[in-house]
């Protein structure tokens, strides 16, 4: 379910590697809302079929039911970000953690 | 999991004419379906069982007849209280429909149609679909043409459609500097309905038909062409674009959607700012006052998300009076079709509201000479009416008390909702009830109202001659082919393309 608050993260508004669309924005602004304790279940060994279960939110042809968006993200784009978004929580945690937006 | 309506349907024996849930359209996540939902489904089974079985007919014939749709809104009346206009009769014989909603009574033209994302679906086997006179390529976006035709013209009375897009960028050269055509222009996977395409199936529809039934939208927006360097609007790439939308692909209304960035600008637009109004100058030259906006729907980006806000509406309408602005989903936000909606006040029982519904409303309240600011009704009227008749009360009284029935135009979002007969005959029976007019203003809706609604006010908009076009449509080959779709025994199939959860 989409939290409508705004969460106490902004991945989303972190420096990109290369120019994003709406899609990388979208898709950053998605783990923005997932839950801290689900986001540390994730094991980086885990198949891809087992993180779409984990994740509940893929659809039948394989991609991530994420609005709004032009382009199609399958899991491999998904892992990746994911991933990426865990470094950032690792580290601002303690900082915000301490002090919530 | 989620999965599309259709295989829901088929897993769980449902055969229902009119969607028994709401269904995503890739804009906003669903509700599941509630409990009166559930009821409604289950006494459509029902109640379509009995009077297959009495008429000695099999149930999917029962259901694809406009009986089978008349039992769909006895269930609801069943079910939320008395709101639709359906008689018991219309439920037992076709002549009773026949009757009470006289064939052509409407010149339906619907402003929001889409493919179905060139998914093969599995009506592509059967013999009438073979045979239906296209000469296509024998792959997926064929079939999703081929299946658009169908499931709009064939299996709904839809007499005419705007094929409206979604933002995709084209790319205009290659690396020699060749002039890409067609599918060049949008190179690998993602480009759902670019302008080219929306524009080629147009052409091919019209030519088809030997009259103009399609029109279509372009896409070409404020971010589609950026200049990284001086992080500004890439003008001369973006002339080049509206040219060749304007006269190349000779596109009806401009299509934008302000919280997509396929230029990777950074971010969106808004209509109220430099860029948009620099647009409208550039297209206002080249004859071009028809802009048609997504409102309402969006993700909760930070960055992204606020710019479906219609706020801005307000500044551009009042600036550019001889353009015309069509602001789609009428732009409500999230409101009764997603999960969380309640605890999120996103409607307002009390008022009647619905979040950003209410902002597009508030524009015209403060401003009521301004009159080039059209409401569209696409996924807004339809998923009210299956969360709960009142809810579509709301929303369509709201936009004839302040918008007035002369500016609220029809569309449907279809395919995403299969075909469309179920919402046309949804606001065929549909009516505000007395005390609702009398507690919040709202006045009944009259048939002229719906005439206006259903095509009269888009083809004021779209410049179409309704009078020739109802000479011209009954002589054309569209009419033709349909004529012997029905007479080969061509049924609606009553499948819906949308998401909804797996296990929903």
Same mark, same amino acid.
């Given at each position: 379910?989409?939290?409508?608050?705004?969460?106490?993260?902004?991945?989303?508004?972190?420096?990109?590697?290369?120019?994003?669309?709406?899609?990388?924005?979208?898709?950053?602004?998605?783990?923005?809302?997932? /839950?801290?304790?689900?986001?540390?279940?994730?094991?980086?060994?885990?198949?891809?079929?087992?993180?779409?279960?984990?994740?509940?939110?893929?659809?039948?042809?394989?991609?991530? %039911?994420?609005?709004?968006?032009?382009?199609?993200?399958?899991?491999?784009?998904?892992?990746?970000?994911?991933?990426?978004?865990?470094?950032?929580?690792?580290?601002?945690?303690?900082?915000?953690?301490?002090?919530?937006? | %999991?989620?999965?599309?309506?259709?295989?829901?349907?088929?897993?769980?024996?449902?055969?229902?004419?009119?969607?028994?849930?709401?269904?995503?359209?890739?804009?906003?996540?669903?509700?599941?379906?509630?409990?009166?939902?559930?009821?409604?489904?289950?006494?459509? &089974?029902?109640?379509?069982?009995?009077?297959?079985?009495?008429? &000695?007919? /099999?149930?999917?014939?029962?259901?694809?007849?406009?009986?089978?749709?008349?039992?769909?809104?006895?269930?609801?009346?069943?079910?939320?209280?008395?709101?639709?206009?359906?008689?018991?009769?219309?439920?037992?014989?076709?002549?009773?429909?026949? #009757?009470?909603?006289?064939?052509?009574?409407?010149?339906?033209?619907?402003?929001?149609?889409?493919?179905?994302?060139?998914?093969?679906?599995?009506?592509? =086997?059967?013999?009438?679909?073979?045979?239906?006179?296209?000469?296509?390529?024998?792959?997926?976006?064929?079939?999703?043409? +081929?299946?658009?035709?169908?499931?709009?013209?064939?299996?709904?009375?839809?007499? %005419?459609?705007?094929?409206?897009?979604?933002?995709?960028?084209?790319?205009?050269?290659?690396?020699?500097?060749?002039?890409?055509?067609?599918?060049?222009?949008?190179?690998?996977?993602?480009?759902?309905?670019?302008?080219?395409?929306?524009?080629?199936?147009?052409?091919?529809? =019209? #030519?088809?038909?030997?009259?103009?039934?399609?029109?279509?939208?372009?896409?070409?927006?404020?971010?589609?062409?950026?200049?990284?360097?001086?992080?500004? %609007?890439?003008? $001369?790439?973006?002339?080049?674009?509206?040219?060749?939308?304007?006269?190349?692909?000779?596109?009806?209304?401009?299509?934008?959607?302000?919280?997509?960035?396929?230029?990777?600008?950074?971010?969106?637009?808004?209509?109220?700012?430099?860029?948009?109004?620099?647009?409208?100058?550039?297209?206002?030259?080249?004859?071009?006052?028809?802009?048609?906006?997504?409102?309402?729907?969006?993700?909760?980006?930070?960055?992204?998300?606020?710019?479906?806000?219609?706020?801005?509406?307000?500044?551009?309408?009042?600036?550019?009076?001889?353009?015309?602005?069509?602001?789609?989903?009428?732009?409500?936000?999230?409101? @009764?079709? #997603? @999960? =969380?909606?309640?605890?999120?006040?996103?409607? /307002?029982?009390?008022?009647?509201?619905?979040?950003?519904?209410?902002?597009?409303?508030?524009?015209?309240?403060?401003?009521?000479?301004?009159?080039?600011?059209?409401? #569209?009704?696409?996924?807004?009227?339809?998923?009210? $009416?299956?969360?709960?008749?009142?809810?579509?009360?709301?929303?369509?009284?709201?936009?004839?008390?302040?918008?007035?029935?002369?500016?609220?135009?029809?569309?449907?979002?279809?395919?995403?909702?299969?075909?469309?007969?179920?919402?046309?005959?949804?606001?065929?029976?549909? +009516?505000?009830?007395?005390?609702?007019?009398?507690?919040?203003?709202?006045?009944?809706?009259?048939?002229?109202?719906?005439?206006?609604?259903?095509?009269?006010?888009?083809?004021?908009?779209?410049?179409?001659?309704?009078?020739?076009?109802?000479?011209?449509?009954? $002589?054309?080959?569209?009419?033709?082919?349909?004529?012997?779709?029905?007479?080969?025994?061509?049924?609606?199939? =009553?499948?819906?393309?949308?998401?909804?959860?797996?296990?929903?």
């Amino acid at each position: 379910m989409i939290s409508m608050q705004q969460p106490i993260w902004n991945f989303e508004q972190e420096p990109y590697d290369e120019p994003p669309d709406e899609t990388s924005i979208n898709l950053r602004a998605y783990f923005d809302r997932m /839950d801290d304790e689900k986001m540390q279940q994730y094991r980086p060994e885990w198949t891809d079929e087992q993180v779409m279960e984990w994740d509940e939110n893929f659809r039948d042809d394989g991609n991530l %039911m994420l609005l709004c968006c032009e382009r199609d993200v399958d899991v491999k784009e998904y892992r990746k970000v994911l991933e990426e978004c865990i470094r950032y929580r690792n580290r601002v945690r303690g900082k915000i953690k301490a002090s919530p937006l | %999991m989620w999965i599309r309506k259709i295989l829901r349907d088929l897993k769980k024996g449902v055969d229902s004419p009119m969607p028994t849930q709401v269904v995503s359209n890739e804009e906003f996540i669903p509700r599941r379906q509630t409990e009166q939902q559930k009821q409604v489904e289950y006494l459509i &089974g029902e109640l379509a069982k009995e009077r297959a079985k009495k008429l &000695g007919m /099999d149930r999917r014939a029962f259901m694809a007849s406009t009986m089978g749709l008349a039992t769909c809104f006895l269930a609801s009346n069943k079910v939320f209280g008395n709101y639709w206009d359906v008689d018991e009769a219309e439920t037992w014989e076709e002549a009773a429909y026949q #009757e009470k909603w006289p064939k052509g009574e409407y010149f339906i033209i619907d402003v929001q149609t889409h493919f179905t994302n060139g998914q093969v679906l599995p009506f592509r =086997n059967l013999e009438f679909v073979r045979n239906m006179g296209f000469n296509l390529k024998n792959d997926a976006e064929a079939y999703s043409f +081929q299946n658009f035709v169908k499931e709009i013209f064939f299996d709904s009375e839809t007499e %005419m459609v705007v094929i409206s897009g979604v933002p995709t960028r084209e790319q205009h050269r290659d690396e020699s500097g060749k002039i890409l055509v067609d599918q060049e222009r949008t190179p690998g996977p993602g480009a759902i309905l670019p302008s080219w395409l929306m524009a080629k199936s147009k052409k091919i529809l =019209n #030519e088809l038909a030997g009259s103009t039934r399609a029109l279509c939208q372009g896409n070409l927006a404020p971010n589609h062409y950026w200049n990284r360097a001086t992080n500004s %609007m890439d003008r $001369a790439a973006t002339l080049e674009q509206m040219e060749r939308e304007l006269n190349l692909y000779k596109i009806d209304s401009w299509k934008w959607y302000c919280h997509f960035d396929p230029g990777r600008s950074g971010g969106g637009f808004q209509l109220d700012d430099e860029n948009a109004f620099w647009f409208y100058e550039e297209s206002r030259k080249r004859g071009m006052k028809l802009f048609s906006v997504h409102k309402g729907y969006s993700y909760q980006s930070r960055t992204l998300g606020h710019l479906a806000n219609p706020k801005d509406v307000e500044k551009a309408a009042l600036q550019y009076p001889d353009i015309n602005f069509v602001i789609y989903h009428s732009a409500i936000k999230h409101g @009764p079709n #997603e @999960p =969380n909606w309640k605890e999120s006040n996103k409607y /307002d029982p009390t008022t009647g509201d619905f979040e950003w519904h209410s902002v597009l409303m508030d524009i015209k309240k403060r401003n009521p000479r301004m009159n080039n600011v059209y409401c #569209e009704i696409g996924s807004f009227f339809g998923p009210l $009416a299956i969360a709960d008749p009142v809810l579509a009360m709301h929303g369509m009284g709201k936009n004839i008390k302040y918008y007035g029935a002369d500016h609220v135009l029809w569309g449907t979002d279809c395919l995403w909702w299969g075909s469309p007969q179920w919402v046309i005959d949804a606001f065929k029976r549909f +009516q505000i009830s007395d005390e609702l007019c009398e507690r919040f203003g709202y006045k009944k809706i009259t048939r002229e109202d719906k005439a206006k609604i259903f095509g009269l006010n888009a083809a004021r908009l779209y410049g179409i001659d309704v009078k020739a076009r109802r000479k011209a449509f009954p $002589a054309d080959t569209l009419t033709r082919l349909k004529t012997a779709y029905l007479e080969k025994g061509g049924q609606r199939s =009553n499948a819906a393309y949308g998401w909804v959860r797996a296990n929903d």
